[in-house]
């Protein structure tokens, strides 16, 4: 009669262990979000800063920048790159959530989500619902793209 008993509770052992390990695991992987998303949004604003400077200087006039006001989560870009055309775009990162915001004018606004890459142990982002962290982009590319976009759009 406790034979049915005992299986039970191995049963049921044996499902909220798995339960736990799944929870701590994604504690963990919240953990790594929080704090590797802090470090790639301060990697991609300190490229993008970097990329002004050196594109304004090879362009030879002002015509990209980054402010940020020594906000830790938000930061400025404005292009002008001739007389008619003038972008500024407010880039923000919620780290609860794990997004970059991009909100351009005139443009509209991108999201990213930023996704960690268990294998690398490092953060990529993702645009709009993509869940394809192989086509992620790094800090670095991402800057790269928009840079791109802040300068070449009509």
Known sequence: MTEWLDDLVSKTKQHYED???KE???LEEQRLKKALGKVFFKDLRDGLKTYAEKFNKKFGSEVFSVEDDGLPDEFIISSKPDQKHKWTATVTYGSDAHR???NRSPGGSQAFSLSLVSDRGSIVA??????DVEKGQSAEKLGQNIMASMLLTP
């Open 126 to 131: 993702l645009y709009g619902n993509s869940t």
């Open 24 to 26: 701590a695991t994604f």
């Open 100 to 102: 970059i915001e991009i």
């Open 19 to 21: 339960q736990k390990a």
